[in-house]
């Protein structure tokens, strides 16, 4: 979903474009909140809709695995050892970097 489809998914719902005059350069909407349940269903809407394909799934899959890499990363950072103090952060790096290759 593109930036231009929210937009006009929050105008089709009602949403009213405001300019914040410390912010001038951007431009948001404000919505009621009959205005806000209506824009959330209709992302829900657009959401259940789409269509994935197989590189849509290789990037999901990727960025789970990105997650996964990066909690088991910080669990090493966390790791204490009265033998090597550097143990943790050696993991640590090594996990880090097969999400490099």
């Not at 089709?12 to 350069?25: F, K, L, M, S, V």
């Not at 209709?42 to 695995?65: D, M, P, V």
Request: proline share 4%; glycine share 4%.
């Amino acid at each position: 979903m593109t930036r231009e489809d929210i937009i006009r998914m929050a105008r089709e719902a009602g949403a009213a474009p405001y300019t914040n005059r410390h912010y001038p350069d951007r431009t948001t909407h404000t919505f009621s909140p009959d205005q806000l349940e209506r824009f959330a269903a209709l992302i829900g809407t657009a959401e259940r809709n789409r269509t994935w394909t197989q590189e849509h799934w290789t990037e999901y899959e990727h960025s789970i695995a990105a997650t996964e890499r990066e909690a088991c990363a910080n669990v090493c950072d966390e790791f204490e050892s009265d033998t090597d103090p550097d143990a943790g952060a050696v993991l640590a790096a090594a996990i880090r970097a097969r999400g490099q290759a």
